[in-house]
């Protein structure tokens, strides 16, 4: 009963499991989008079974937070990762200099 059991899973499991490329597209492809039922299912399933890309999903979160912190910080001109208006608008010269001296 068990034996059989255990053929039945093995089954629906190989039938089912997508590979680490596929998982790791749907890790990203979360992100901005909501998954349907069957490939969540089919991501969570990867992730019980592969390590490589449960790892890859805990960094892709951090960085996600990392950017998102990242963000609300620096949604100020006072921010000092803003280039200053002056710095701005020279670059802006230069660069409207160049493309129409083509």
């Known amino acids: 009963m068990v034996k059989r059991m255990m ?3 093995m089954v629906f499991m190989s039938r089912n ?3 680490c490329d596929e998982a790791s597209f749907l890790i990203s492809y979360r992100l901005d989008h909501r998954l349907g039922p069957y490939r969540w299912m089919q ?3 990867h992730l019980l079974s592969c390590h490589l890309c449960r790892k890859y999903a805990n960094q892709i979160k951090q960085l996600n937070a990392a950017v998102d912190q990242y963000r609300e910080g620096c949604s100020s001109e006072e921010c000092i990762h ?8 020279e670059i802006q010269e230069v660069v409207s200099r160049e493309l129409n001296a083509k």
Do not use: N
């Open 7 to 9: 053929q039945k899973i």
């Open 82 to 89: 803003h280039l200053p208006k002056d710095s701005r608008e």
């Open 43 to 45: 991501l969570k399933m």
């Open 17 to 19: 499991m997508i590979a």
